[in-house]
């Protein structure tokens, strides 16, 4: 069983920054990627970005987010960490931390193995 929880959000201006983070519990050493996903009401959740927790591979991010969010890790604190940047009005959503206990990478998505936090809402305000 694995618990993740995120933290973090919140109201912000659009131009301006935000730092998200996910604690993660229990049997975490089954993970293979960790990551974050985000979702607005009547859609479907989409990859924002991921990274392999015991390996150094560079991480991943969708196109409408590369160079301005950046996820990391902190190994000894089970803790994986999203910095936004040049946030955007767009960028509202429910973001949710996602752990995956296989090894497929982001580009498939999620199935009934893959691991959830309850959600932290951001809003970016024009």
């Known amino acids: 069983q694995v618990q993740l929880v995120e933290s973090g959000g919140g109201l912000v201006q659009a131009g301006g920054s935000l730092t998200l983070s996910c604690a993660a519990s229990?049997?975490?050493?089954?993970?293979?990627?960790m990551g974050w996903f985000r979702q607005t009401p009547g859609k479907e959740r989409e990859f924002v970005a991921g990274?392999?927790?015991?390996?150094?591979?560079?991480?991943s991010y969708a196109d409408s987010v590369k160079g301005r969010f950046r996820i990391s890790r902190d190994n000894a604190k089970n803790t994986v960490y999203l910095q936004m940047t040049s946030l955007k009005p767009e960028d509202t959503a429910v973001y949710y931390c996602?752990?995956?206990?296989?090894?497929?990478?982001?580009?498939?998505?999620?199935?009934?193995?893959?691991?959830w936090g309850q959600g932290t809402q951001v809003t970016v305000s024009a």
């Open positions: 990274i392999r927790w015991n390996a150094g591979i560079p991480p």
């Open positions: 229990g049997r975490t050493f089954s993970m293979y990627r």
């Open positions: 996602n752990g995956r206990p296989y090894y497929s990478n982001y580009d498939v998505p999620p199935n009934e193995d893959d691991y």
